[in-house]
């Protein structure tokens, strides 16, 4: 059975990190990435990571302040989120080959 389980949401203020954290089981993946979606909006794609390369992608807002990075061992993606704004606030989830996990949602406020 495959499971997606993300941590490490909360609420934060605004110029504050976070970290989430989503540990992968029942499978590897060639990449993984993070998704959000705030109230009213369309889930977007965050960032992603290829699994065998280390390429990355992030969307044109978090460039900069955003990392996001992978622990093949512990079949775990981390999403290091600095200088967080009060507009990163959303429900983030992570996402695998289709596979989708709960969800943990980060609040930045201002």
């Known amino acids: 059975q495959v499971q997606l389980v993300e941590s490490g949401g909360g609420l934060v203020q605004a110029g504050g990190s976070l970290r989430l954290s989503c540990a992968a089981s029942?499978?590897?993946?060639?990449?993984m990435g993070w998704f959000r979606q705030a109230p009213g909006k369309e889930r977007e794609l965050v960032a992603r990571?290829?699994?065998?390369?280390?390429?990355?992608y992030y969307v044109d807002s978090v460039k900069g302040r955003f990392t996001i990075s992978r622990d093949n061992a512990k079949n775990t993606v981390y999403l290091q989120m600095n200088s967080l704004k009060p507009e990163d606030t959303a429900v983030y989830y992570c996402?695998?080959?289709?596979?989708w996990g709960q969800g943990t949602r980060v609040t930045v406020s201002s």
């Open positions: 996402n695998a080959n289709g596979y």
């Open positions: 029942g499978r590897t993946f060639n990449a």
């Open positions: 990571i290829s699994w065998s390369s280390g390429s990355t």
